[in-house]
């Protein structure tokens, strides 16, 4: 058995790819555009996974997007994504700066969760050993689901 891809549908496909390429990093591998079924398939990769992801198409996520109007609820019940980061404060603090919810803070130096335009759970983890706590982390509470 081997990991191909997780599917994700998008509403916003221009807020969808500045959250997952320009604000977590990942890169397209691949796109797809279906003027008959009037949908497009966006391949993404982590920058660590983007070389084996040119030549294989995995390990990918699949972002796809229905050109006609579509409102997918929830978000939570997929469950979550999750992407080691080389420095779990510096990620958070990006996604901050750029009007991110933190939901769940790295308080422990070691996990965090936020939410994509489409409510998907990411939890980012620290590569390695979790970082030392520091503010403004170790003080911030949840807010909303994670």
């Known amino acids: 058995m081997k990991y191909l891809h997780t599917m994700i549908r998008v509403k916003d496909l221009d807020a969808s790819?500045?959250?997952?390429?320009?604000?977590?990093?990942?890169?397209e591998v691949k796109r797809y555009d279906s003027e008959k079924g009037r949908f497009s398939l966006i391949y993404l990769a982590a920058p660590d996974d983007y070389a084996r992801a040119k030549i294989s198409q995995t390990p990918t996520i699949e972002l796809t997007y229905n050109w006609d109007s579509e409102n997918y609820g929830g978000g939570r019940n997929f469950g979550h994504l999750a992407f080691a980061v080389d420095d779990i404060?510096?990620?958070?603090?990006?996604?901050?700066?750029?009007?991110?919810?933190?939901?769940?803070?790295?308080?422990?130096?070691?996990?965090?969760?936020?939410?994509?335009?489409?409510?998907?759970?990411?939890?980012?983890?620290?590569?390695?050993?979790?970082?030392p706590p520091q503010e403004p982390w170790l003080s911030m509470a949840n807010t909303g689901e994670w």
């Open 89 to 131: 404060y510096a990620s958070c603090q990006k996604l901050m700066d750029a009007g991110v919810t933190i939901s769940r803070p790295p308080r422990d130096g070691h996990m965090a969760f936020v939410r994509s335009p489409d409510l998907i759970s990411i939890e980012l983890l620290q590569r390695g050993d979790a970082l």
């Open 17 to 27: 790819m500045h959250f997952y390429c320009e604000l977590l990093g990942l890169k």
